[in-house]
């Protein structure tokens, strides 16, 4: 078979593609023993009627458009494939039927086809990134144990003249009433220890608390929230208000216990507190180790697809749209988890869900093409030993038996955009001048007056 590739305007490519004579005498004679074998043609035995009679029984040109057709669908992938092209879409054979094959002479066809369109970079310099240090920062460490230290945190009265304040907790007596008078169970309580902004109650209840000291007490009313919080599901369409006779019997304040080699022995079963930060510096570089990589490609990827020239073309983000919500759903169904309650868990809308994968398939497109501009400005190459090692790495029992079925399906061309962009990825992330990112300081500043009473 030899194929020739004439690319056209508009991202547009015309292949041709001939196929040796001896190819089509062999297709030939084999499609004749077949349909001998085949079909029951009056005074011969099956496999013997000659090609005249066939001919007369099936019709003059039934063998030849059956041959055609085998030809055409089985070559014109592996054409695609060899003319090196990165196709888009599907195959056009035009408005005219193709000619048939003719016995003892090679067969050509013609097609056209899309093809993936070719952009530029502004620039092919190496990539500036910032980076966080490859070490744990004494910053890393602290914030580490900080969080460590709040987890036992306990939560104590505080002064009698502190406030309610939002985020904060609280003790309170509450006599919830619906709008017959009624008591309602499920809310009211003699001593509930509370988080202002939790969401146990509506946001309407927080305000009206925020505010009060202990031992002081109030009266009001709040409407039934339409989206029912975790304590007031219970009356749901069963009255428009909910009135409250609400006292302050303390306000809390969180205390984080001192960090004392006293205490990392008690909670922590270390001696020291400078062992808990070794420990804990070994974590974070354990984490850093696997975690940097994977940053800084990333990093490397964003800074280039913004050096993307030309606008990114709609089919490809629809297609990698597509991959994404495919793979997104085979995930949840994994999990057992419908799309409803993932939404809900994330506390988000379907609209805005929507959007999040529109822009995750636009940046990825963006990301590919310019990896694929890079690629062909380095003059980098997929080889066949290249092609061959994917194979193998994926674990295939027989990388060579599975080489033949992509080609055959006109699908190497996946493999080798693949490998010519890892290789791009590699090159640039080398490349990649890195800074190391500041660390944030900490903001310093002096306490209200109630926040040190706290």
């Known amino acids: 078979m030899e194929t020739k590739v004439e690319l056209l305007e508009g991202d547009r490519a015309k292949i041709s593609v001939t196929v040796d004579a001896d190819v089509v005498t062999d297709r030939i004679k084999k499609q004749y023993k077949q349909a001998a074998n085949q079909y029951n043609i009056p005074g011969f035995r099956k496999g013997k009627a000659p090609r005249p009679v066939i001919d007369s029984a099936l019709g003059k040109d039934y063998i030849r458009a ?32 193709l000619g048939l094959v003719e016995d003892g002479k090679p067969y050509t066809f013609v097609f056209e086809i899309g093809t993936k369109p070719k952009f530029e970079l502004s620039s092919y310099d190496p990539v500036e990134i910032e ?36 985020d904060k907790y609280v003790d309170l007596k509450i006599a919830a009433t619906d709008d017959n008078g009624e008591d309602i169970a499920a809310i009211s309580n003699e001593s509930m220890q509370y988080k202002v902004g939790s969401g146990l109650l509506p946001s309407t209840f ?19 929230p339409t989206t029912p919080t975790a304590l007031t599901t219970a009356v749901m369409g069963k009255t428009a208000q909910i009135n409250f006779d ?50 800084k490609e990333s990093r490397v990827l964003e800074k280039l697809a913004e050096r993307l020239e030309g606008e990114v073309p709609e089919g490809l983000v629809e297609d990698n749209e597509t991959t994404l919500l495919q793979d997104f759903f085979n995930q949840l169904q994994r999990g057992g988890m419908t ?83 890892q290789k791009a990825a590699k090159e640039l992330v080398d490349n990649a001048i890195v800074t190391e990112e500041k660390p944030e300081e900490k903001k310093a500043g002096k306490h209200s007056k109630e926040e040190e009473a706290e």
């Not at 939560?155 to 003249?161: E, R, T």
């Open 66 to 97: 059956v041959v055609t057709d085998n030809i055409v669908n089985e070559n014109y992938p592996m054409a695609i494939d060899e003319s090196g092209i990165f196709p888009v879409g599907q195959a056009d054979f035009g408005e005219e039927e």
């Open 339 to 421: 799309l409803d309650m993932y939404l809900q868990q994330q506390g988000i809308t379907s609209g805005q869900f929507r959007d999040d994968v529109k822009q995750q398939a636009t940046d990825m497109t963006k990301q590919d093409l310019a990896l694929d501009a890079y690629a062909a400005h380095a003059k980098l190459e997929a080889t066949d030993e290249d092609v061959r090692a994917e194979f193998e790495q994926a674990g295939a029992s027989d990388p060579e038996a599975l080489m033949a079925e992509w080609r055959k399906n006109g699908q190497m061309y996946l493999v080798r955009q693949g490998i010519l962009r």
């Open 206 to 224: 927080d305000d009206e608390i925020i505010g009060l000291k202990k031992g002081e007490t109030k009266q009001f009313s709040i409407d039934t």
């Open 246 to 295: 609400v006292e302050v019997l303390a306000v809390k304040k969180e205390k984080v216990p001192a960090l004392t080699d006293e205490w990392v022995q008690e909670k922590i079963g270390l001696n020291t507190v400078e062992e808990l930060r070794n420990e804990v510096s070994e974590e974070i570089e354990s984490t850093l180790s696997s975690a940097l990589p994977r940053m």
């Open 131 to 166: 980076m966080p240090a490859d070490h744990a920062t004494d910053e890393q460490v602290d914030a580490e144990i900080d969080a460590l230290l709040e987890h036992y945190q306990d939560i104590v009265d505080a002064p009698a003249n502190t406030k309610v304040k939002a």
